[in-house]
């Protein structure tokens, strides 16, 4: 269900300028992940610059995050045409605290 919501999130930030993305796109306790039976090493992860912060590297023909580099934005689950990676949730109460700022942030801006 929140992993849900964050791939919306993180669709809409495709479409944010770059530099944007780097000061705000971080969400805490989510983590990107490879399913290996389903990446086949095309390595257009890497070359299409997928990860905005260099989380994503090639070993031994599989995509391999760098959980330190992660930043759980999510983008590299809705462009790998074979669906190879998934966000993992590590922290679920940080991550519903970081939910709960965006939907009181909305209710603002509705008010
Ligand atoms: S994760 Fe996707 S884009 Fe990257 S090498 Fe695997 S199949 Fe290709
Ligand atoms: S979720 Fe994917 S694109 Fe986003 S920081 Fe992690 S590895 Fe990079």
């Not at 919501?5 to 930030?13: N, Q, R, S, T």
């Not at 959980?67 to 998934?86: D, E, M, Y």
Request: charged share 30%; aromatic share 6%.
């Amino acid at each position: 269900m929140i992993l849900n919501e964050l791939k919306y999130i993180a669709k809409d930030l495709t479409s944010v300028p770059k530099d944007l993305i780097h000061r705000f796109a971080r969400v805490p306790g989510v983590r990107a992940m490879v399913r290996y039976e389903r990446c086949n090493g095309c390595s257009a992860c890497v070359r299409k610059s997928f990860c905005r912060f260099g989380a994503i590297s090639i070993e031994e023909r599989k995509a391999v995050v760098d959980q330190n580099r992660c930043r759980g934005c999510g983008r590299c689950t809705h462009l790998c045409i074979k669906n190879a990676f998934s966000l993992e949730l590590h922290q679920p109460a940080a991550v519903k605290k970081f939910l709960r700022a965006i939907d009181n942030s909305v209710s603002e801006i509705m008010r």
